[in-house]
């Protein structure tokens, strides 16, 4: 996982990547969430996905939260051992792009979501979720989400 970085569409391995949401991940290690079935088939048929730093310390922490730590600590160490997950930190650049879609949504969508949809938008990739608005949101590119205030 350390070390590569690329800002590509695809993966430094050149295999097409998707970009992870929390509503997926959670999904991958809850045997009792309604989506369990789809999140385990999705991860096993992705070529490469992309987990956002900030959607991993979210999961990680609401995977603490719902079954304790033993629980999040296990799903940290599986995700980081997968050799088709990078778990990437996000550029000034995407941060700013993260926030004029944060902004523009007007309370619609969370600051985790415009992550998610930043990654998207950068890297021409589909979400690996089951949100509906980040679901939705991803097909078009929002107007104004490359404001800096």
Known sequence: MRGRVCVTIV??????????????????FSKSDVFHGNARKGAASADAILVPNEIY??????????????????????????????????????????WGIYRSARGRLSYPDAVVLAWCYERRASPL?????????????????????
């Open 57 to 98: 310390s979210e999961t990680i922490s609401l995977i603490q939260y719902r079954r304790g730590f033993g629980s999040a600590r296990d799903a940290g160490t599986w995700l980081r051992s997968q050799r088709k997950i990078q778990i990437l930190g996000s550029s000034p650049s995407l941060l700013d792009q993260t």
């Open 11 to 28: 993966t430094c391995t050149g295999d097409p990547v998707q970009v992870a949401d929390t509503s997926f991940l959670y999904a991958l």
């Open 129 to 149: 979720a089951f949100d509906q608005v980040i679901l939705r949101r991803a097909k078009k590119r929002p107007s104004g989400d490359r404001e800096r205030s």
